[in-house]
């Protein structure tokens, strides 16, 4: 069971008030997406629940308890970007979190249970469908095979809350619509809340169990920063009476995306074009 | 008509072009000295190829009649140790200062103005300094190197600690990392690559500042032959003993730029170099 409850909170940077008195409560397993244009403060609420910013007033309780005033274990966390070690490899960035926990000092398991733990990130890397790539550095990997890692090496922990902040945000649209058939695929097998901050609306519907929009409930164009953001919308979705998610195409399949809007092209299409060149040798 | 920039020159040319200089500078040399020792047969500032051969036969594979040592080979020993304890000491100071430096807000206050500064004292304004507090022996000379390089490389590391990206450090912190961990185990090696550049950058100064050292005080080394031969005006020595340092120079240089591709392969996969 995992409750997040937020009361009253409040974050001011100087003068400007980003947010103002924002209350929700969070039951357990929510699926909850942050809408809100940009400058809203919807990542500010983000990294208040990963206490990366501390508030200016009111309170988060995760299961009755305050939040840690440092990030930890308890709170996973995937970024737009950054969000995975550069100078480690798929399988090493898997393994890293349970190492830090088991040796303090050296980080660093032996034998058995290095063996054990090896299995265990292997099988959670198959989950998200990097079981090809394990000893690849992320450099070698695309944008939405990294984004899968970040979720892998979060998901070995077990936390009690994922947060995501606009994690899809920086691919293209076929890797994204398969990024979130695994993220939900994956919140529904783990029973964890998850909290994603996005601007995409369609994204919101498609994933969330609860939808709150974030924005400024009054203006003052001689003061725009006089006002925080709170909530304008709370909404519920029931996860099984949601229309199934558009049928997808595997993240690499660009010749059926191809065909597809070829088809759909129709009558634009220049006759003639489709014919393919005749087959030509190369000259000596 | 193509542009310049778009000229590209295939691995031969490029090979060509890039040993075109130096024997230039050979040709070039060798020309003017002929001109020289024609007019005057005896004079000492381009000795011929001859001259430089009978140099080394000399000082490379002669037994010195006073000490039984070969001069070249035990020149070259002590000023690499010299370096070698140098540098390592730099670079000891540099992992232990820079990289908490760099990460923990309090050190760097603490530190970064003090370390700012000593890297502004000019090494060898303080040379004397030195010699007056440690004597003229060994300790000296490396203190020197030691003043001369590691506040740069310590600046340097505790800046691309600051540039890690700060999400990187908070998603460490997700996974439970304590501040030892994150230091040992995300920053450090994150650096790593920086350092083996800004401590190839160093290797020039390195030798200024061991030849400067080895020139005032000093009963051996690199540095202490060419100016004690300088008296007689023996070119012959000088020159091969410089062409020498610089072959050393860079083959450090080289061996540095592999060991660092070696143990940062990441880094060397990212430039897209393996």
């Keep these: 069971m995992t409750e997040i409850v937020v009361r009253n909170l409040t974050k001011r940077y100087g003068d400007a008030l980003i947010l103002e008195n924002v209350s929700v409560d969070l039951p357990d397993h929510e699926f909850c997406v942050v809408l809100g244009p940009s400058g809203a403060g919807k990542t500010t609420f983000l990294r208040i629940l990963l206490s990366q910013e501390r508030p200016t007033s009111g309170e988060v309780l995760i299961d009755g308890a305050p939040l840690d005033p440092e990030p930890q274990p308890d709170r996973g966390v995937v970024f737009q970007r950054y969000s995975v070690f550069p100078h480690m490899t798929a399988l090493q960035n898997v393994m890293f979190g349970p190492q830090l926990r088991a040796a303090p000092v050296t980080g660093r398991l032996w034998g058995a249970r290095r063996r054990a733990l090896r299995e265990r990130a292997a099988a959670l890397l198959g989950d998200v469908g990097l079981g090809h790539a394990l000893d690849k550095y992320p450099a070698q990997l695309s944008g939405g095979m990294q984004q899968r890692l970040a979720i892998a090496q979060t998901l070995i922990m077990e936390p009690k809350v994922l947060l995501l902040d606009e994690p899809f945000g920086a691919l293209d649209p076929s890797t994204r619509k398969a990024m979130h058939r695994l993220i939900v695929d994956l919140w529904a097998r783990n029973r964890m809340t998850v909290v994603m901050v996005t601007h995409d609306i369609e994204e919101a519907f498609i994933l969330g169990t609860r939808i709150l929009m974030v924005d400024k409930r009054r203006r003052d164009p001689h003061a725009p920063q006089a006002w925080g953001s709170g909530i304008v919308e709370d909404i519920r979705l029931d996860p099984a009476k949601k229309p199934p998610m558009p049928e997808e195409e595997r993240e690499e399949d660009m010749a059926a995306i191809f065909a597809r809007h070829r088809a759909r092209a129709g009558a634009a299409l220049v006759a003639g074009a489709e014919a393919p060149p005749a087959p030509r040798r190369a000259a000596g | 008509m193509k542009r310049a920039v ?31 020792l024609a007019a005057n047969p005896a004079d000492r500032l381009m000795p011929s190829f001859g001259a430089f051969a009978d140099a080394i036969e000399q000082f490379a594979f002669t037994e010195n009649r006073r000490t039984g040592e070969y001069l070249l080979w035990s020149d070259t020993a002590i000023s690499l140790r010299r370096i070698a304890i140098g540098l390592g000491v730099s670079v000891l100071l540099c992992i232990v200062v820079g990289v908490p430096a760099g990460f923990l807000p309090v050190l760097s206050r603490l530190l970064g103005p003090f370390v700012a500064a000593l890297s502004l004292i000019p090494p060898l304004a303080v040379l004397p300094i030195l010699f007056i507090v440690f004597g003229l022996g060994e300790l000296a000379k490396v203190a020197l190197i030691v003043f001369g390089v590691a506040p740069f490389l310590i600046r340097d590391v505790a800046l691309a600690v600051q540039q890690i990206p700060r999400e990187l450090i908070v998603k460490a912190q997700t996974l439970g990392a304590s501040t030892w961990q994150m230091m040992t185990l995300v920053v450090f090696p994150q650096v790593l690559p920086r350092l083996f550049d800004s401590l190839r950058l160093s290797l020039g100064a390195t030798w200024l500042f061991l030849i400067a050292a080895e020139a005032i005080a000093s009963e051996g080394g690199l540095g202490y032959r060419i100016f004690l031969v300088r008296r007689f005006l023996a070119m012959d020595v000088i020159l091969p003993y410089v062409a020498w340092i610089t072959l050393l120079a860079f083959l450090m240089d080289w061996g540095l730029a592999r060991l660092s591709r070696r143990l940062a392969r990441w880094r060397a996969i990212e430039k897209g170099e393996a």
């Design chain 2, 6 to 36: 778009n000229y590209r020159p295939d691995r031969a040319t490029g090979a060509f072009l890039a040993l075109l200089p130096f024997a230039f500078a050979l040709v070039a040399y060798f020309l003017a000295s002929e001109a020289r």
